[in-house]
């Protein structure tokens, strides 16, 4: 074949797999740069572990520069800025130009606060994570200080909601310097994992109950100031800090490209993951949405795409038809409990708890990383 260039923008879930696959089993011709302004990329799985003190920064960290350098990919450490499709280029946020055959987009998103007043001002979204984890890492300082922050309201019922408030709890536990408690908070405004199966429910909500973790039930907020938050229902919680994890949107610069997008921005795909208006652009992750088959912005769906990316990018450099991806929805769900224990669902009925689980899910995570941090070609 001729050659092929196939430009990478971002280090997500997805993306990392494309690299690692294709040097393990390299495309001919095919040349591969990946343009991110990050080094170091998290695994959003590790992230109630790395919370709980449970995972260094490094161990929940992909090295997107080693990885580059390892697999024999092109590192631009810039942030994307514009597409043009007719030329089929991108430009940087440094003012270079790549020229690709096929561009793949893996960028995450960013929290949408706009339907909170105050929001932007007095909170701290757990999106996207690299922001998160410095602010994380400042309130932390804080909460050891005699004079720190002992009220703290984490927003959001979903499954990363209960496991960063559990692991907040177990965080906090003992750092007052003058032993005084931490109170948490969750406000959930549609129930408790909603979207997972009444025995996973049952147990979250007694694991917050019994982690002294206060369920804000049916609490939909609409403000937060510098005393607290506001529920619809004009209820009032006073919290010292704020962290939301709720509602995302799609990078502001994708709305500049005239690439296909939904209300929320996210970037409209085929089930064979390319843009439904053009083939040379493929978008995965929580950046994009299958138009015909959308599902819950989660990790593990992007963990998913990684091996259907790698195929059809594979495809397309051949010049063979792309395959369609059909996400698992029967997906499995761990949810970490921040005290050794874990709680796991799958479906409509299977639903577990214990340490045993807890040390499947770090095994799972840590096979997951292995992957990267020792691949040699």
Not at 34 to 56: E, K, N, Q, W
Not at 159 to 167: H, I, M, P, R, S
Not at 266 to 279: A, E, N
Not at 316 to 322: C, I, M, N, S, Y
Request: with cysteine; aromatic share 6%; proline share 5%.
């Amino acid at each position: 074949m001729t050659g092929h260039r196939l430009v990478l923008v971002g280090g997500g879930h997805a993306h990392v797999q494309v690299i690692r696959a294709l040097a393990q089993r390299p495309e001919p011709g095919m040349a591969i740069t990946l343009v991110t302004d990050r080094l170091l990329t998290p695994y959003s799985g590790m992230l109630p572990g790395h919370v709980a003190g449970l995972y260094s920064h490094a161990e929940m960290h992909i090295d997107l520069g080693r990885l580059a350098e390892v697999c024999g990919v092109t590192l631009v450490r810039s942030a994307a800025a514009a597409i043009d499709r007719t030329r089929r280029t991108l430009t940087t946020e440094d003012g270079d130009s790549l020229p690709y055959d096929t561009l793949s987009l893996n960028v995450g998103i960013t929290p949408d606060l706009s339907g909170i007043v105050g929001a932007e001002q007095h909170s701290i979204p757990v999106k996207p994570i690299s922001s998160f984890l410095s602010r994380l890492d400042t309130l932390l300082e804080a909460a050891a200080r005699p004079d720190g922050p002992r009220r703290i309201v984490l927003v959001g019922g979903g499954a990363a909601g209960v496991e960063l408030a559990l692991a907040l709890k177990a965080r906090l536990k003992g750092l007052d310097p003058m032993g005084r408690p931490f109170w948490i908070g969750l406000a959930a405004s549609n129930g408790l994992v909603a979207t997972l199966n009444d025995g996973v429910r049952r147990r979250a909500r007694a694991a917050l109950a019994g982690h002294g973790v206060t369920l804000l039930d049916d609490f939909r907020v609409v403000e937060i100031n510098a005393q607290g938050l506001r529920a619809q229902d004009k209820r009032f919680v006073t919290a010292d800090a704020v962290l939301v994890s709720t509602a995302a949107r799609a990078p502001s610069w994708l709305a500049t490209t005239g690439l296909p997008t939904d209300r929320h921005g996210f970037v409209q795909t085929t089930r064979s993951l390319t843009c439904i208006d053009d083939p040379a652009v493929f978008a995965v992750g929580d950046c994009a949405t299958v138009a015909e088959d959308p599902t819950p912005k989660a990790g593990v769906f992007a963990v998913r795409q990684g091996a259907a990316l790698t195929g059809n990018l594979r495809r397309r450099a051949r010049g063979e038809a792309l395959a369609p991806h059909r996400p698992d929805r029967n997906y499995l769900t761990i949810l970490m409990t921040g005290d050794g224990s874990a709680i796991a669902g799958r479906g409509g009925w299977f639903a577990v708890e214990g340490r045993w689980v807890w040390r499947w899910k770090d095994w799972i995570d840590r096979r997951f990383m292995q992957r990267f941090s020792t691949f040699r070609r």
